[in-house]
């Protein structure tokens, strides 16, 4: 098990220095920021559908962007930038599903749960496009699909209940969803890289980039670095409960 094999690691290092370890240690975590500059340019590729068990989806979206043109493809690479700093310092190692600023398009939604799977847990960043009027984050996790996500579903709904806990606790920050799920949670069955994950994972849609508030803050470096923050903390708390 990953959790008796971290413990293990983490308890001979204490003994050989003395010191504690960071905390994610022996951990890996892949960050999936969502979209990619070169989706808008490749349409046919990203609208190519792709097959796997139960899912039927287009490759990949261009995604939305603020009313200043922002696109979201900007702000998750940002954040999975100042995301995975963090969560080194904490000592786990950071996989990322595409480079920060990359021109390339894509990876499919099939090649990002891949990747994920590669890793002991992933998080899968984004913003949304809803009305304008609406605004708040919410936190997808993967609904129970038969042969595919019963393996997941309870350590996942662990995981989206720490990120939903750390993001409404920033104060001045995004608060929950008016407008998806419930209480800062959502649950999903028809979205690929939740449901072809075989580790725990969560989808975070930070904010509506169409809502003129919440578009100051997810563009905001400074907001970014306290969402960051948040992020590796709620994994660091779903990691120590996994310990237990």
Same mark, same amino acid.
Not at 12 to 35: E, F, I, M, R
Not at 52 to 63: E, Q, S, V
Not at 194 to 216: C, F, I, Q, Y
């Given at each position: 098990?990953? *959790?008796?094999?971290t413990a293990a690691l983490? #308890? ?10 960071? #905390?994610?240690?022996g951990v890996v975590v ?20 792709? +097959? ?8 990949? %979206?261009?995604?939305?962007? =603020?009313? &200043? ?6 702000? %998750? ?14 000592? #786990?190692?950071? %996989? ?5 600023? &990359? ?20 998080? *899968? ?27 997941? $579903?309870?350590? $996942? ?10 993001l409404r606790a920033l ?6 969803? =008016?407008? &998806?799920?419930? @209480? ?5 069955? @028809? ?5 072809? *994950? @075989? ?5 975070? +849609? ?16 400074? +907001? ?16 120590? &409960? +996994?310990?237990?």
């Amino acid at each position: 098990m990953l *959790s008796a094999a971290t413990a293990a690691l983490a #308890a001979s290092l204490v003994a050989a220095t003395g010191a504690p370890t960071p #905390a994610l240690t022996g951990v890996v975590v892949n960050v999936d920021p969502g979209h990619n500059p070169g989706n808008a340019a490749h349409a046919s590729q990203i609208n190519r559908i792709v +097959e796997r068990g139960p899912i039927r989806k287009a490759c990949d %979206t261009a995604g939305t962007s =603020t009313n &200043a043109g922002v696109p979201e493809w900007r702000f %998750t690479g940002q954040l999975a930038t100042r995301l995975g700093r963090r969560l080194r310092a904490q000592g #786990a190692t950071v %996989t990322f599903t595409r480079a920060n600023g &990359a021109p390339t398009w894509g990876p499919c939604v099939t090649t990002r749960a891949d990747l994920g799977n590669r890793a002991n847990v992933s998080i *899968s960043l984004h913003a949304d496009g809803a009305p304008p009027g609406a605004r708040g984050f919410h936190v997808i996790r993967p609904g129970f699909v038969r042969g595919y996500t019963g393996d997941i $579903s309870t350590r $996942s709904l662990a995981l989206a209940t720490q990120v939903r806990d750390g993001l409404r606790a920033l104060r001045g920050g995004i608060p929950p969803s =008016t407008y &998806a799920g419930r @209480d800062g949670i959502d649950v999903r069955t @028809d979205l690929g890289g939740l449901t072809l *994950s @075989d580790v725990p994972k969560v989808m975070v +849609e930070h904010g509506n980039m169409r809502n003129a508030v919440d578009a100051r803050l997810l563009t905001s470096p400074a +907001e970014q670095e306290r969402v960051a923050a948040a992020l590796t903390a709620a994994l660091v708390r779903w990691h120590a &409960a +996994e310990l237990r």
